[in-house]
C-alpha cells in the first residue's frame, strides 16, 4: 500500500513540474515578438512593404521594399528593436530621358563635341563625355529629371606636371553635405551627434554618423549615402 502512495506521490510530483515548466515556457514565448510583429514593427518605422521574414535563433530577419531599394532588417525578439538595417538592392526609377536627349542637355553646360554617352543603371544617370579646345569634361545628369548632378572637368593638350611637385589632395565632390547626412540620421534616431566621418568610396563615398540619446539610452552609428542620400546601415550599440 506504501508503495502505491510513493507511487502517485511521485507521478504528481513530476506532473506538477512538468506543468510549471510548460507554463514558464509559454509565458516567455509570448513575450518574445513573432514575425508578423517584427514586420509591422520594421514597416512602421521605415515604410514600404515586407518581402519575407525568418528566425534566426534570437532574431528575426525582415526583407522589404520600399521606393529607393531592397533592405534587409534584423529584429531583437526579446526588445523588439531593430538591430540593423541594410541596403540589399538599389531599385529607384528607370531613366525616362533618351541618350540624345541627355546629350542635350549636357552640352547647354559643356561647350564641343560630344565622344562618349554611358548610362549608369546603378545611379540612373547618364555620363555625357565632351572634348572642348581645352579640356575634357564629363557631365553627370539625372535620368529621370535630367538635373545635373556633377560636371568633371580635365586639362588637355598641357605638358605633365613636374613629379617632383607633390600633389595637392582634393575634397571629394559629394551631393549632400554633412549637415544634411546629420539631419537624415536624424530621422533613424534623434539625440545628440557625437561624431561624423567621411569615407571616400568609388561610387561617391559615405557618412557614418553616430547618435546618442540619453533619454532612451540609445546610441547607433548610422551610414549615409554621401552622394544619394539613402540610409545603408544602423548599427545599434547595446
Do not use: C
Not at 21 to 35: P, Q, V
Not at 154 to 183: H, L, N
Amino acid at each position: 500500500m506504501m508503495k502505491k502512495w510513493i507511487a502517485v506521490i511521485a507521478v504528481s510530483v513530476i506532473l506538477g513540474i512538468a506543468i510549471v515548466f510548460f507554463l514558464f515556457n509559454s509565458a516567455d514565448s509570448e513575450k518574445r515578438l513573432n514575425e508578423a510583429e517584427a514586420s509591422a514593427k520594421v514597416i512602421e518605422l521605415y515604410g514600404g512593404t515586407a518581402n519575407e521574414t525568418a528566425i534566426e535563433g534570437n532574431e528575426i530577419i525582415v526583407e522589404f521594399h520600399t521606393d529607393e531599394g531592397i533592405y534587409e532588417a534584423i529584429v531583437d525578439r526579446e526588445s523588439g528593436q531593430v538591430a540593423a538595417i541594410e541596403l540589399i538592392e538599389k531599385t529607384g526609377p528607370s531613366k525616362t530621358l533618351t541618350d540624345k536627349q541627355a546629350e542635350e542637355i549636357a552640352l547647354k553646360e559643356v561647350q564641343g563635341e560630344t565622344e562618349e554617352i554611358n548610362y549608369v543603371k546603378e545611379q540612373n544617370e547618364y555620363e555625357v563625355k565632351i572634348i572642348g579646345e581645352t579640356e575634357a569634361s564629363i557631365v553627370s545628369l539625372s535620368a529621370e529629371t535630367g538635373e545635373i548632378n556633377k560636371i568633371s572637368k580635365e586639362e588637355i593638350g598641357q605638358s605633365a606636371p613636374d613629379q617632383s611637385q607633390a600633389e595637392t589632395p582634393t575634397e571629394p565632390e559629394r551631393i549632400i553635405t554633412r549637415d544634411e547626412a546629420v539631419m537624415i540620421a536624424k530621422e533613424t534616431l534623434e539625440g545628440e551627434v557625437q561624431e561624423v566621418e567621411f569615407t571616400e568610396t568609388q561610387d561617391g563615398g559615405y557618412y557614418l554618423v553616430e547618435i546618442e540619446n540619453e533619454a532612451t539610452e540609445q546610441e547607433a552609428t548610422i551610414q549615409i549615402h554621401a552622394i544619394r542620400g539613402d540610409t545603408l546601415s544602423v548599427d545599434w550599440d547595446d
